[in-house]
């Protein structure tokens, strides 16, 4: 009989679940004559717990989200306290993969593990252990079915654009400094035009193959979106909410409000924009340090 492969056999703490049992350890089982029921001991019963985190972060210093090799990343940052306080290989899956620079507020990260500690330990632990520029704002213990990516039933984005003439050196990492004239009316109008199910392919980046762009699927809902002056009138910020986004979809929706603005686009051109689904055609894809992640909304049936 062939050997089973690792996730056959149910994998490490790290590995996704095939099912919804928790794994348990059990004793030998002993009869000590034919009358005696069969007495189970469980004195090592281990199960599998399930995690969600909330997680802040100023990202101007990382290389974005995901693990890579050599560099700064949230993730990697995260994953190696949380395999230090487990001596488990924790994986930690995220609603998002935000990217080099871009901040967050409410990013939500899930894993699962068979320690012991709690929630609050948890939390407690990972906030003394990471650099300051990464805050573990919540923590609560989930059930099996949670996945902080799949769970997630829609996200909040917001861009800040800073239209003063001097930017304060406390906020210069969380906006692009634009001072510019700018017609923000024909800007609200525009960005009124993404709110709906659309083709987003002119907003979004490619995959780097020219295959999977056209194979991949482009459309996407968005609840609500708006553009308005913050109350010190300094700010110009874009807000929107949607089930999910895009690779630069964000970003790229703001480089073309931003040329509305200017006046080298019409608001109307935003729907000629979803049926042209030629990215060359919408607006540039603005710097990063303006983008925080600012809430994942998952529904209330996750919480145990």
Not at 78 to 105: K, S
Not at 179 to 184: N, R
Request: charged fraction near 25%; include cysteine; aromatic fraction near 8%.
């Amino acid at each position: 009989m062939p050997a089973l492969s690792r996730r056959q056999r149910g994998g490490e703490a790290g590995e996704p679940l095939r099912s919804h049992r928790s794994i348990v350890l059990l004793k030998t089982c002993q009869i000590s004559s034919p009358s005696e029921d069969l007495r189970l001991k469980t004195d090592n019963l281990v199960s599998m717990r399930y995690f969600k985190l909330t997680i802040a972060y100023d990202g101007t210093d990382f290389h974005g989200w995901q693990i890579q090799a050599n560099k700064p990343t949230i993730q990697g940052e995260i994953v190696g306290v949380l395999r230090r306080l487990t001596q488990e290989n924790v994986v930690l899956h995220a609603a998002g993969r935000t990217d080099a620079g871009v901040h967050a507020l409410g990013q939500v990260g899930s894993f699962r593990t068979q320690s012991h500690l709690s929630a609050q330990e948890f939390q407690r632990a990972l906030n003394a252990l990471l650099p300051p520029a990464i805050r573990i704002a919540g923590a609560e213990e989930v059930g099996p079915d949670f996945n902080a990516r799949w769970s997630a039933r829609g996200k909040i984005y917001r861009y800040r654009l800073y239209r003063g003439k001097v930017v304060p050196p406390m906020v210069w990492r969380y906006v692009l400094h634009y001072p510019f004239p700018l017609d923000e009316d024909a800007m609200r109008d525009a960005a009124a035009r993404f709110v709906g199910t659309h083709d987003f392919a002119s907003f979004a980046a490619s995959t780097g193959s020219e295959e999977d762009d056209k194979e991949r699927s482009t459309e996407r809902e968005i609840y609500s979106a708006e553009l308005v002056r913050i109350a010190d009138n300094e700010e110009l910020v874009f807000t929107v909410r949607g089930r999910s986004f895009l690779r630069y979809m964000v970003r790229k929706m703001v480089g073309t409000l931003l040329d509305v603005g200017r006046g080298k686009l019409m608001p109307a051109d935003i729907d000629r924009l979803y049926e042209l689904r030629d990215r060359s055609k919408s607006g540039p894809t603005v710097p990063s340090q303006g983008l925080v992640m600012v809430e994942v909304q998952h529904e209330e049936a996750w919480h145990l």
